[in-house]
């Protein structure tokens, strides 16, 4: 990969700030772009508090281990400002362009009136959008074959995964230059339809909403829920995916215990989709029937299982929650 690549971070908020932290900690040089004219007191302002940010959150990384603090100056020094009048000048070095301004598809569209009639032909654009599809942004970009949405996850610079959605006229190669950059930097990226949500905002969405719902009934406290959800859930889930477990504990145990749960609680939220009845009735459950999500044919089954269990110990040992074997000298 060629390492110099510029990229340029659109909107000088949380977003913008966390992407530009990434690629300058990844060695590249950054823009990092605020497209609102302002008085030049104003500017210097932004400028200074957006760097504050950087540094910042640079300096607690360095303190917990993760790189000398001697080399946050030389972070920084990647990350150039880029206030609006001087966009036209700056904006044709640009490799890769993401977009992080606010939530509203009128912001969204004068950022791209604003910077793409100044980028080349052959730069990738992306939104970092978390609920406006790439088929309704892809109306605002020239040549939309080489833009496609990129939904980073917050703290942008430490969270791996960053969610790829392309529109029906993405050039699959434009889908590949970004993916390859991403992974370059030691991001994780997956690859989802332009349907609201994503992957992991549908998940979140559903998962507060039942919290909130709990606590609201009386199930548990809120410091309960959370308890669960640290030592129970997260580490399940961060331990297997969530595909990965519906095959490992079998399709039939989720089929049974989803119905159960919609007629207990009289919530049809609950009831299994198409995909899971009809993976029960051809006998697909998963690890034991060899097949279900996942094709388990010709998989080292002793192996895979001491991969998970390796994978949750080293996640226990994180949390600092190992358990403790008896101590030989115990009391007679």
Known sequence: MKNKWTICSIGAGRMGRGIAHAFAYAGFPVQLVDLKAREKDATRALEEQAFGEIRSN??????????????????LARISFVPAERIAEELPKADFVFEGVPER????????????PHLRDDVVIASTTSTILSTELAKHVDHPERFLN???????????????SPHAGTDERTVKRLYD????????PVRC??????????????????????????TATAEDIDK??????????????????IDFGGNDTLYNASNYLADSLQADRYR?????????????????????????????????????????????????????????????
């Not at 009128?106 to 950022?111: I, L, P, Q, T, W």
């Not at 990129?150 to 790829?164: Q, R, S």
């Open 58 to 75: 640079l300096a607690v990384l360095a303190a917990l281990g993760m790189f000398s603090e001697s080399q946050i100056e030389h972070v």
């Open 105 to 116: 598809i009128d912001a969204k569209r004068e950022a791209f009136s604003a910077t793409v």
């Open 150 to 164: 990129a939904h980073w996850l917050n703290p942008a610079f430490l969270i791996p995964l960053v969610e790829l």
């Open 181 to 188: 950059l991403l992974r370059g930097i030691g991001k994780v």
């Open 193 to 218: 339809a332009a349907e609201p949500g994503y992957i992991i905002p549908r998940f979140q969405t559903l998962i507060m909403l039942e919290a909130a719902r709990m606590i609201e009934q009386g």
């Open 228 to 245: 669960a959800t640290r030592f129970g859930f997260g580490i399940r889930y961060a331990g297997m995916g969530v595909v990965e477990f």
């Open 272 to 332: 299994p989709p198409e995909i899971v009845s009809t993976l029960m009735k051809e006998g697909r459950n998963g690890l034991r029937d060899g097949r279900g999500f996942y094709d388990w044919a010709g998989r080292d089954i002793d192996r895979y299982r001491h991969d998970v269990m390796q994978r949750l110990v080293n996640l226990l040992r994180l949390q600092d929650c190992l358990p403790v074997p008896a101590d030989d000298e115990v009391d007679q």
